[in-house]
């Protein structure tokens, strides 16, 4: 999985309307993920880049293993190092991209014809002008900073866009010019289609709504799910909960959406039941790998591992690539279950893996990225303000 995500708090501004949607009704849709073949990432690169989207201190030891890392051979992954996307179809006639959904982000935004042709080489891409429905907002640009110090940036147009076959038909598309070079390399992605709230885009001078708000008042509920899978595509249900994809209860805690995303309060992370710390504030997010916990939460956690090291030249947290426990994180009273073998979250190369689990370098928020979010059936209940958690089917 892939990560965009633009921490800077922004002004609520008006969100500029959209027109008429089709189709109208208890709208309920499903959309199914597709394998794809990948830019191969090491454990560092993933770590760097899940750092950099919220802005944190990315330490020198994590930008030196990764910079000394091979990114840019593309390679036929085993099936748990495939990469998972979603098929989005924009204007008229359609023109298929295959875009990342994630929730820790709110732009949907797309390589394009005004992408460089050196930087959208290899990329399914965007043109305006082939698309009858396509119209320039010509005051409106979007600009989003990475934490390595790239940019993405663009224009926006209003287009037709249809995800899983609802249809929103002057969606706000954001046109790169300009894309920082973690997407260029990943030829597979086209873009990203942010879930988050619709406070946190980045069009300026006025923000527009994501592709969830602005079909929110078709569905039949004002929610979205995800199944995420380990080496298998998964699906997003909108406006319904499948009751075939999960097992037992659905736990719900309240959210705090005030910052743009699904923001909660999280209990312990534990080995055979021994506390390794309480995570706290934490945000689901299905744009990061990773999970990132406090530095404390994250030293007491490896303790409980046998083998693992804090490897500087890695660039964090080492496991065995094997044998590794299961480990449970809390949410509202339940104990939620992550199988050992995610913890080896990518092969070093020496025989040990980069771990799933990694130190969060003093953000406010701990982020359960998809090593957790894989492990889990989530109920993204924005209406009822609220996130749901349940064991998978």
Request: glycine share 10%; net charge negative; proline share 3%.
């Amino acid at each position: 999985m892939h990560q965009s995500l633009v921490t800077a708090l922004l002004a609520v501004a008006p969100l500029v309307a959209s027109v008429p949607l089709e189709p109208r009704g208890n709208v309920r849709f499903t959309v199914d993920q597709v394998a794809a073949r990948k830019v191969y990432k090491s454990g560092a690169q993933s770590y760097q880049q899940s750092l950099g989207k919220y802005k944190a201190n990315i330490p020198n030891s994590v930008s030196n293993a990764a910079a000394s890392a091979s990114g840019s051979a593309t390679t036929t992954p085993e099936a748990n190092d495939q990469e998972y996307l979603t098929p989005v179809q924009i204007g008229t006639p359609a023109q298929t991209l295959n875009l990342d959904f994630d929730t820790g982000s709110s732009d949907l935004w797309v390589f394009s014809s005004e992408t460089s042709s050196n930087e959208r080489s290899g990329h399914s891409y965007y043109t305006p002008s082939r698309s009858s429905t396509s119209k320039e907002l010509t005051r409106e640009s979007w600009e989003i900073q990475y934490g390595d110090g790239s940019t993405a940036a663009g224009n926006v147009y209003a287009d037709k866009v249809v995800v899983g076959g609802v249809t929103a038909t002057s969606q706000a598309v954001e046109a790169a010019t300009t894309v920082a070079q973690q997407f260029v390399q990943d030829t597979q992605n086209d873009g990203l289609l942010g879930l988050g709230f619709s406070n946190i885009n980045t069009v300026t001078p006025n923000q527009q709504s994501t592709f969830f708000d602005t079909v929110k008042s078709t569905l039949a509920q004002g929610l979205f799910t995800a199944l995420l899978k380990h080496a298998a595509p998964g699906s997003y249900d909108f406006g319904f909960i499948d009751n075939s994809k999960y097992t037992g209860d659905i736990t719900y805690v309240d959210i705090d959406s005030s910052n743009g995303w699904y923001e909660f309060d999280a209990g312990d992370i534990a080995v055979d039941g021994r506390s390794a710390g309480t995570i706290g504030d934490a945000i689901a997010d299905t744009g990061t790998s990773l999970i990132l916990i406090s530095d404390a939460a994250t030293a007491s956690f490896y303790r409980n591992i046998e083998g693992a090291e804090n490897n500087q030249q890695a660039g964090g947290y080492t496991v065995p690539c094997s044998g590794n426990p299961d480990f449970t994180i809390n949410v509202g009273g339940t104990d939620f279950t992550i199988p050992g073998e995610y913890l080896a979250y990518a092969s070093n190369g020496d025989g040990t893996c980069f771990g799933g689990v990694q130190s969060n370098q003093g953000l406010q928020q701990a982020i359960l990225g998809d090593v957790f979010l894989k492990s889990v059936f989530t109920v993204f209940d924005a209406a009822g303000s609220r996130v749901g958690f349940a064991t998978q089917a």
